[in-house]
Structures are given as structure tokens and as C-alpha cells.
């Protein structure tokens, strides 16, 4: 265990969580034996997930058929919530040791709600409630919509991980918005927790599609210029917004919500899987190391990291290479504030499709037991 670099990751200050959650990653004690063994302190789910758990999985079925004469959604509902109780149940020890720290689930509200301030805000308190664990974190994307709802719910006491920033500008938002919370809630802040998400390969991909069409046109000398620009985006823009993270809460505020007990909200990686299999398997874990940070992995990077991941404090190096990197990319004709507005609104698509299939199947298959 000692040797496993997922385990080290703490070393450095920085949580390991896993995206991705099914019924028989707890029923088989998988789970449990990625939080004792994998140094695993937290999970994030999506509609993805789930769309992609209860549907390729029999594990529901028995669940389903007790649910006989339910709405489709109220099925979902109980199907999802149990898994994010059980799940919460076994971190619980481990926010419990931690003080608040770790041992976070994940739960997003729905995907229909992205525009939608009041509604989020109802049915995060709807969750909230419904769940029942202190150790849940309600996941609100970082829309303008969304940008009030994670205000009203921090003021709430509510947990709040900030999903689907891409951009540096929304993610000081989504801190400002934190702050704003903290500073409305009338009693002690050591239990309320947030996350602001911050996305990676999704820039990566993005990005070089876009150089890749300069450089079918472009000579020697622009080729390499434009070459040297792919797969660098994402990290340098995450190093940028860490250097955001630490002004925001090295500051005289947050030092005066500190003394109330408050917790800096923590930058959380995501989308760290590598999409490009040019690129290293782990270079969204081995490039942004630090402090006060989380690293939520889908499984095959998890499984790569354990096996060859090589760690080193990189978060806060290369300032100066990452600064360049992004004023290299606007000379070249790049506009990143585009392309990360894009990959918003590709990304709440992203969670809205498999949703959409997910209560289809379920439909379907309530629908079969009703007619036995």
C-alpha cells in the first residue's frame, strides 16, 4: 500500500476520488477496498454513470419490480439515492477522521435544471434531505443559473461540488459564490464542504482539433509552433486557475471565515482520463500535483496511476511556460473563452442525453413488470 502512488498522492496534499459508481462496486466490497487499500477519499457520479450503470446492469431489476406502479422518475430516484447512501456510509469513517475534509459523494441534480436557479435550489434541498447524509455534496453545474443556486446552498449548509468549469472566469465565480455563502450562514462554517470542479482533457480535445486544421494548411516553421501548443492547454490553464485558488484564499476574507471554522473550497481535476492515446495515460494526474487539491479518476486511470504514476510537486511549477502557452494560443487565432464556452454547453448535452436514455430504459422496463 505504502508504495502506491494513488496512496502517496496524500503525500502531497492532494485527495484521490473516483468517478464512477455501481450497485456491485458496494454489494462485492470493491468500493471498500479502494478506500482501505487505493487511498481512494471520495467518489463523483453523473448521469453518465448512472445511465451507464443501471441500464448495463441486472443489479436493479429486483429494486425496479418492488417500484411496480411508480413514475419513472420516482423509480430513478430510489434506485440512485440508495447507492449514493450506501456509498456515503462507507466514507463516512473517513470524513469523520478527517473532520469534514474527505469521505465526500457526489450527486448531481438533474440536467434539466442548468438553466434553472430556483429549480436547482429546490431540488438540492430536495436531495439533501432525501439522502440524509452529512457526508453527501450536491454537484451544481457552473452556469450563470447555477452561479446564485451555489450561493443560496452553501448560506443553506448545504455540501456543494461545482461541476463543468472550464473556464478560469467561471471558476471565480463559482469561489466568489462560496464566499458569498459562507459569509451569509449564520452558524458555524467546520461541516460545510464545496468543490469547484475544473474540467481537462475535454480543453485538450478541443483544442487540438482546432490546431489540427491549421496545421493541415500550415508551412514547417508554423507547423512546429502549432505543434508545440497541442496537448498543453488544459494543464496550463489549470495552473493558472490554482494561482487563482491560492490569491482567493490567502486573502484577509476567507481569512476572516477561517477563523469560523471555513474550509478553502478545493479545486477538484476532472475529466482526467486521457482521451488522445498519443498522450501519456496519467499525464492529468502526474502534471498537476498539489496542495489542497482533488483528483477525481474514472477507473482505467485510477488502475494506470496506481501502476506507473510518477509524482513530483508539478501544480505550481511552470507558471511562466503556462502564461505563454495561452498567449501563444490567442496569436495563433485560438479563442480559449470560445472554446471553453462550447465545451459548456457540449458538456451539459453530455449529461442530458444519457439521462434522457436512462429514464427511457427504466420506462421500459417498469413497463414490462406491469405487464408481468
Request: charged residues 25%; contains cysteine.
Amino acid at each position: 500500500m505504502a508504495d502506491n502512488p494513488l496512496v502517496h498522492l496524500h503525500d502531497f496534499g492532494q485527495s484521490v476520488w473516483i468517478d464512477d459508481l455501481r450497485r456491485d462496486m458496494i454489494t462485492t466490497g470493491e468500493l471498500q477496498r479502494l478506500i482501505e487499500a487505493e487511498g481512494v477519499r471520495g467518489l463523483t457520479s453523473n448521469p453518465a454513470i448512472f445511465e451507464k450503470a443501471i441500464v448495463g446492469s441486472a443489479a436493479y431489476d429486483e429494486q425496479i419490480r418492488a417500484a411496480r406502479g411508480q413514475s419513472v422518475d420516482a423509480v430513478y430516484e430510489n434506485l440512485v439515492v440508495k447507492d449514493i447512501q450506501d456509498a456515503a456510509d462507507l466514507f463516512r469513517p473517513l470524513y469523520e477522521s478527517s473532520e469534514g475534509a474527505d469521505g465526500y459523494v457526489s450527486l448531481e441534480v438533474s440536467p434539466y435544471l442548468a438553466r434553472d436557479t430556483e429549480g436547482t435550489i429546490r431540488e438540492a434541498h430536495h436531495l439533501w434531505e432525501r439522502v440524509g447524509r452529512p457526508n453527501l455534496m450536491v454537484k451544481v453545474p457552473g452556469t450563470a443559473e447555477g452561479i446564485p443556486a451555489i450561493e443560496a446552498l452553501i448560506a443553506a449548509g448545504i455540501n456543494v461540488n461545482v461541476t463543468l468549469l472550464f473556464a478560469r472566469a467561471a471558476y471565480a465565480e463559482a469561489a466568489e459564490a462560496y464566499l458569498r455563502g459562507l459569509e451569509r450562514h449564520a452558524g458555524p462554517l467546520d461541516r460545510i464542504a464545496s468543490v469547484a470542479s475544473f474540467f481537462l482533457s475535454r480543453i485538450d480535445t478541443a483544442v487540438d482539433e482546432l490546431l489540427q486544421v491549421q496545421l493541415d494548411a500550415a508551412d514547417t516553421v508554423q507547423g512546429e509552433r502549432l505543434k508545440s501548443l497541442q496537448g498543453s492547454v488544459a494543464i496550463a490553464n489549470a495552473k493558472l486557475a490554482y494561482r487563482q485558488f491560492q490569491q482567493i484564499f490567502e486573502s484577509e476574507r476567507f481569512a476572516a471565515l477561517a477563523v469560523r471554522g471555513a474550509k478553502p473550497q478545493r479545486l477538484l481535476w476532472a475529466s482526467t482520463g486521457t482521451k488522445n492515446p498519443d498522450y501519456r495515460d496519467v499525464r492529468y494526474v502526474e502534471e498537476l500535483v498539489g496542495p489542497a487539491t482533488v483528483n477525481t479518476m474514472p477507473p482505467a486511470t485510477l488502475k494506470a496511476c496506481a501502476d506507473h504514476c510518477e509524482l513530483r510537486p508539478s501544480l505550481e511549477a511552470g507558471l511562466a511556460d503556462a502564461e505563454r502557452t495561452l498567449a501563444e494560443l490567442a496569436a495563433v487565432g485560438i479563442d480559449l473563452d470560445k472554446v471553453t464556452e462550447d465545451l459548456l454547453a457540449d458538456g451539459l448535452a453530455k449529461f442530458t442525453a444519457p439521462f434522457d436514455k436512462l429514464l427511457a430504459s427504466l420506462r421500459a422496463k417498469t413497463e414490462a413488470v406491469a405487464a408481468g
